[in-house]
């Protein structure tokens, strides 16, 4: 952009010089006054004088040659940084070996999520059951919806709007943590909260 306004520039430079020099060269050819009256009348013509030297054509200056740059932003809007969101704190809540029961000490995490949501009235989740691997896949998904749907139903006792609330069960098929025992057992047993973007 700012080279092509240099070589507009340049252009005009280039015509204005060529048009003052035909000027100046129209005019050094007009009469001079007293040339046409005859002489020897008592009138003194003053000898010609020479006409004016006409001004060459400036060539014009070759445009100063203007690095590329990459077009930017005007500064306002140019060095936004951007921030990612933070990850919402939202607890996983446990349960007793094959129950759906939401236990008196899960409430604790249900309660600190409830008030995230609240304060973050635009969100929707997803509730994800989770079982151990004990038990058929099918009664282990049967499980595992019936643990989203307890904490949903918690989460809209308390005022979270249903429709913000999608359950879905995963039964076993998604551990928390691998193990063949009780110790990785009660860490499976769990209603996962997803954000959904």
Known sequence: ML???????????????????????????TPEVGQGQPGGVG???PAPSPPP?????????????VPEEPVRPPAAVAERPVTPPAA????????DFDK??????????????L???????GVKIALEGHSDERGTNE???????RRAKSVQEYLV??????????TISYGEERPFVLGHDESAWRYNRRGHFAVQR
Not at 53 to 65: F, H, R, S
Not at 100 to 113: G, Y
């Open 3 to 29: 080279r092509r306004q240099i070589e507009w520039y340049a252009m005009l430079v280039a015509v204005l010089a060529l048009a003052v020099g035909v000027l100046v060269s129209a005019c050094a050819t």
């Open 43 to 45: 009138v003194t013509t």
């Open 53 to 65: 030297p006409v001004a060459a054509p400036v060539a014009p200056a070759p445009a100063p040659k």
């Open 88 to 95: 919402p704190p939202l607890e996983d809540v446990f349960f």
């Open 100 to 113: 759906s029961v939401v236990r008196e000490d899960a409430k604790a995490s249900l309660n600190r999520n």
């Open 115 to 121: 008030a995230w949501l609240k304060a973050n009235a």
């Open 139 to 145: 009664y282990n998904l049967a499980l595992g919806e």
């Open 157 to 166: 006792a308390a005022g979270i709007a249903a429709d913000r609330i999608k």
